[in-house]
Structure formats: structure tokens, C-alpha cells
């Protein structure tokens, strides 16, 4: 049997539990509360802070996750959410900023409440294979030596109180022959990381585009995906509100146990309209605990 039918007839067959301490609607593990990366709205933060997030309250939205703070600072930042009842698990920092800015990262994460530092993008030359014309093997192993220095910010996050977290797109889905067979990126960092220190936020909408199977990488990796990005994809591949395409979200959530999830942030790229993107989409989640 190939090694997809046995994961398909694994979950069928209900060997995966569910993770404890979850509401539950419709026989399904639900999360306390559904989440908004807070770039999705970005035009509207950058406006108006204080509005922005009391609009997302008022949709229904619980948690957030934060993607630079426009202007205001921690405190200001952790008065907002306080007014509006909202809390801010994680926040995104890019790599120079958490090689050159720990500390100071760390000590606003404490005041603002996030638990994750989220590096979500590895930008030009951080990327290795960035310059082209590299060697599948010395492709790998780029992706080693960045595995040894994720799992070094996550000692540094772990020392700090915090949890430290990868975010996937869709480059690391690209496989490369290596020995006569297929290796990705991304099974990489996950096989060179330390479960203590590094975990993964699961770009759903990127890991599909890139190929990849969420239930695959769940059965494979079990207990490394902490969050996830709730994005949704259409046959063509465009990205659409969720519920407006065709990733299977029940399924996956189905999952959220073996997977370890834990926190469930929507988001959007670019939304013609970010307002009624992000209340498109938390209909559809809330719909789910019918």
C-alpha cells in the first residue's frame, strides 16, 4: 500500500485522536476562539489601530496575531486589545530582526502577551539557493544549517518564556533529487529542528499550492504544527475567502490533535475589500460549529 492510501485509510479508520479541552460542534474539535493575522487588515491598521481592532472584536474574532505594531507602542498595543477583550498569541518578525533585535522582540512580546515569536518569510539571501544554479545537495544542506541556527532562536525564545515558530510558503514545497529520491525543503527543517524549541505555523493555502498534503505532514510530523494560517485556495489557485474555495477545512481540523494545533489565525493577502473578507471568512468558521 502506498504510503498515501495508508494515511487516508489511518484517518478513516479513526486511529488519530483529537486534542482534549476543545469545544466541539457537530462532532468536531473547535478552537476556544478563531483568530485574524492582523495583516490581512493591514490598510485599516495603519489607519486606525484602536478601530481596526474593535471592528475585528465586533466580527467575533478572539485572537490575533500581529505582523509589526504601526506606530503604537507595547503598551499602547496591549491597551487596545485589553479594551476590546482580544488577546495576541504571536507575532511575526523577520530573521534580521530576530537576529539583531532579540531582546528587545522578547521584552515587548511580554508586555503586548504574545507566547510565539513567528518568523514567517525568508527573504533574498536568507533563502538558501537564493543565487541560483545550486547543487541539490548543497541545497540540502543550506536548509541544514538554517534548521541548526531556527533551533538556536528557538533556545533563545524557550530561555526567554516564549515559543519560537517557522512559517511555511510555498518555495519550501519544491522538491529537489537528492540519491534518487524527492526531498523538500521543507521536510528538511522539520527533520533538523528540535521539537522543544522550534515549532511551525502551517500555511494551509501555501503548503497546497506548493503540492504538499496537510493530513500528510500531520501523520509524518505529529505535534510540530502549534498554529496554523486558515487561507483558502480555488482549483486554479487563486487565494479566496475561507469556505470560497476548496480546501477541506472540517478535515483538517478533524486533525487539530495530531497535528498539535493549538491557535487558528485567518488570513488573506491581498482582499479586495479587507472588512468583508475577514467577516466572509469568520462566518464560514463560526458556521462549522453548527
Known sequence: MDRRRFVENSLGAGLLLT???????????????WGLQLYTVRSLMASD???TLADVARIG????????????????????LDAEGLTAPAVHLSLGELRTGFEAHAEAAAEVGHRYLVLPYLAGPERPGSGGGEEPTALVAG????????????????????RFAYHNH?????????????????????????PDLVRFE??????VHGGGDPLDYFWRHPGRF????????????EMVDVGAGVI???????????????????????????TASVRASYEYLASLDG
Open 19 to 33: 486534542c482534549a479541552g476543545r469545544a466541539t460542534g457537530g462532532g468536531r474539535p473547535l478552537p476556544e476562539a
Open 49 to 51: 489601530v484602536e478601530r
Open 61 to 80: 474574532y478572539g485572537e490575533v496575531e500581529f505582523a509589526g505594531y504601526f506606530g503604537r507602542t507595547p503598551a499602547q498595543i496591549r491597551a487596545a
Open 143 to 162: 536548509y541544514r544549517r538554517l534548521a541548526d541556527e531556527l533551533n538556536r532562536i528557538g533556545e533563545r525564545c524557550d530561555q526567554a518564556g516564549l
Open 170 to 194: 510555498d518555495f519550501e514545497l519544491q522538491a529537489v533529487e537528492v540519491d534518487e529520491e524527492e526531498v523538500r525543503p521543507l521536510d528538511v527543517m522539520l527533520e533538523n529542528t528540535d
Open 202 to 207: 502551517i500555511d494551509l493555502f501555501w503548503l
Open 226 to 237: 502549534e498554529l496554523c494560517h486558515v487561507k483558502d485556495r480555488t482549483p486554479r489557485g
Open 248 to 274: 477541506d477545512f472540517e478535515g483538517i481540523f478533524e486533525r487539530d490533535g495530531q497535528a498539535g494545533l493549538i491557535h487558528y489565525f485567518v488570513e488573506h493577502d491581498s482582499p479586495p475589500d479587507p
